[in-house]
Nanobody
Framework: VQLQASGGGLVQAGGSMRVSCAASGRTLSRLTMGWFRQAPGKERELVAAINYSGDSTIVADSVKGRFTISRDIPKKTVYLQMNTLKPEDTAVYYC?????????????????WGQGTQVTVSS
């Protein structure tokens, strides 16, 4: 499984941005996927995760009510819609995937990772 993240960039505080993660490879059925982020000097943390069918999601408390994860199964793409962005949301955002049915929240549960996309929120 190869993951290609896109859509990052610079945005002002209070603005919105959507990042995308497209999966490719030989077998893509039943992929559970997630978005993580890592700010400078901090550990990588879960932002949101979604199960293979898209009907179960988990969103971190720090972004709840502002970020939404969704997926387009035919397009093999997962999206992270980020609204009301804050400077503390600045980080490299990584998408991750693994085979399975349920939502996964731990870094160690994901075998496949994208290259990351930088999101910078200016104050």
């Amino acid at each position: 499984v190869q993951l290609q993240a896109s859509g990052g960039g610079l945005v002002q505080a209070g603005g919105s941005m959507r990042v995308s993660c497209a999966a490719s490879g030989r077998t893509l059925s039943r992929l559970t996927m997630g978005w993580f982020r890592q700010a400078p000097g901090k550990e990588r943390e879960l932002v949101a995760a979604i199960n293979y069918s898209g009907d179960s999601t988990i969103v971190a408390d720090s972004v709840k009510g502002r970020f939404t994860i969704s997926r387009d199964i035919p397009k093999k793409t997962v999206y992270l819609q980020m609204n009301t962005l804050k400077p503390e949301d600045t980080a490299v955002y990584y998408c991750a995937a693994d085979y399975g049915l349920r939502v996964r929240t731990a870094i160690a549960e994901y075998d496949y990772w994208g290259q990351g996309t930088q999101v910078t929120v200016s104050s």
